[in-house]
């Protein structure tokens, strides 16, 4: 049994306060007050008519605003969420064709949406390794990726643990203060092995002076158990803004971070994560195809059994054909659907919280759930935390309500401590976890939410699904260094 006094407890997520009234946004508390003051100047010059017309539209308005689910969704942003989905409708493009039927490019089978117009770029690290480098033109920024095998957590010491979370909070401070860094995503994506992957990994991990039992019951396993063996795929995506902000240098690019990556995956092995090294372009290509067309699979597997080439092209990786609705999404040979947080564990949690969502599920095919960091630099950490405890301040001793006030106490006295600990060097990042679950052409949507709920609920966090932008949300949860909070009209909605 490990020591008591050695497990540790973490915590402290804070969802951004504001001082609207009735926890709107200070934008619409504003236009709220302003729509207020002209309809009560028209009741003065008693023009009732027209100060009616004014207040009518601004109550709802602000009823609208202030009404929230347990999600913390107002109804004002579920109203926009919907009417874009109508305009989406409107305009066509909830369907997306490439290919020769298609309208892209030389009828190349481009990725969709803000990835069309990127392009894949590799070079060699200083320690001969290759790596790549996705540029993401539309969003101004690029990306290269790491993939990694972590240990797991079976039969380790509880003080290593410990150490491995401390080290992993100093790596994300770390990452805070890395030039041009904007983002950090680590991709656990999770899928059942075919049988001849399932062969071809016990033939190459069989050793030369094997028992004649041993090899009989290698054997045995290949026969007995096709097909009922899975792989956990893990990526860590670290995406950069380009230097000058409107072009980017790829050969000043690579030659910066054909110094830096080897560093990077040298500290990521201090934090438990076991063997890093920089993920080669056709593996990514391969991953990113799969994704969009998971019957494409054995061919892969295949190939890599008869040490064949797959030939493939950055242009060519995309899906055929998309079809976009409401909650969910079809992909060539796939359906997929995508739920994204909205509020982090509440309370102190343990360091295996996550443990039951990222792991593999007997009843789902493929999934993938992402953690997304939104790194801060340390000026801006220093702003945020101090606003925080202005307005954590401020809403605690605004209120009549004894209950309530006691709950903004104690949120006081968090943000106190987050201000405590970024003054003390402890960075600070956003922080965001994405849900994708991948089936077949009968893929059982109802039980996928009931099977995403409940690991949800073991987790402590609130999932919810990205309604009216499953395609993006879909790009969003791959390793290409995507990032929705670049796009204002995602944001806002």
Aim: aromatic share 10%.
């Amino acid at each position: 049994m490990p020591d008591e006094s050695l497990i540790r407890s973490y915590g402290n997520w804070t969802i951004p306060t504001t001082r609207g009234v009735k926890g709107a946004s200070q934008k619409v508390t504003v236009v709220a007050i302003v729509l207020l003051f002209v309809a009560l100047i028209m009741f003065v010059f008693q023009a009732y008519a027209s100060g009616v017309i004014v207040i009518i539209p601004d109550l709802i308005y602000f009823t609208l605003a202030v009404t929230k689910d347990k999600h913390q969704i107002s109804l004002l942003a579920k109203l926009q969420e919907r009417t874009n989905w109508i305009m989406r409708i409107q305009s066509g493009s909830t369907t997306y064709e490439s290919g020769i039927i298609g309208k892209t490019y030389l009828g190349k089978c481009l990725l969709p949406g803000v990835m069309d117009n990127s392009d894949l770029y590799t070079f060699t690290d200083t320690q001969s390794q290759e790596f790549c480098v996705i540029d993401i033109k539309q969003q101004k920024s690029y990306a290269t990726v790491i993939s990694v095998q972590p240990n797991g957590a079976s039969l380790v010491d509880q003080e290593q643990i410990n150490i491995w979370v401390a080290k992993h909070g100093a790596w994300l401070a770390q990452m805070s203060n890395e030039s041009g860094l904007i983002g950090v995503q680590i991709t656990v994506d999770t899928a059942p092995i075919s049988n001849q992957q399932l062969v071809r990994d016990m033939d190459t991990s069989k050793g030369e002076n094997v028992s004649e039992y041993g090899d009989n019951w290698g054997e045995n396993v290949k026969v007995t158990y096709p097909g009922l063996g899975g792989y956990i795929k893990t990526f860590i995506t670290l995406t950069f803004e380009y230097p000058d902000k409107k072009n980017l240098n790829i050969r000043e690019v690579a030659n910066a971070l054909a110094i830096r990556i080897p560093q990077y995956c040298e500290t990521l092995k201090e934090n438990g994560i076991g063997s890093a090294k920089p993920t080669s372009p056709e593996f990514l290509m391969e991953f990113i195809r799969t994704a969009y067309d998971p019957e494409i699979a054995p061919a892969f597997e295949e190939a890599k059994a008869n040490n064949q080439k797959i030939d493939q092209s950055w242009k060519d990786i995309g899906p055929v054909r998309t079809k976009t609705y409401w909650d969910y999404m079809e992909h060539d040979s796939g359906v997929s659907k995508t739920w994204m947080m909205t509020i982090a564990p509440t309370g102190n949690v343990l360091s295996n919280i996550l443990w039951r969502l990222l792991a593999p599920n007997n009843k789902i095919a493929r999934k993938r759930v992402s953690l997304i960091y939104k790194t801060i630099d340390a000026g801006e950490s220093a702003k945020i935390v101090a606003e925080d405890v202005v307005t954590t301040s401020f809403l605690a001793t605004n209120t009549k309500n004894h209950r309530v006030d006691a709950r903004r106490e104690a949120a006081v006295k968090l943000t106190e401590r987050t201000a405590m600990e970024e003054a003390m060097g402890a960075g600070l990042v956003n922080f965001g976890v994405m849900v994708t679950v991948t089936g077949d052409c009968d893929f059982d949507k109802k039980g996928a939410n009931f099977i995403v709920g409940s690991l949800a609920a073991s987790s402590r966090i609130y999932l919810r699904p990205v309604f009216g932008s499953q395609d993006s949300a879909f790009v969003q949860n791959l390793p290409l260094g995507f990032m929705l909070n670049r796009w204002d009209q995602i944001k806002e909605g």
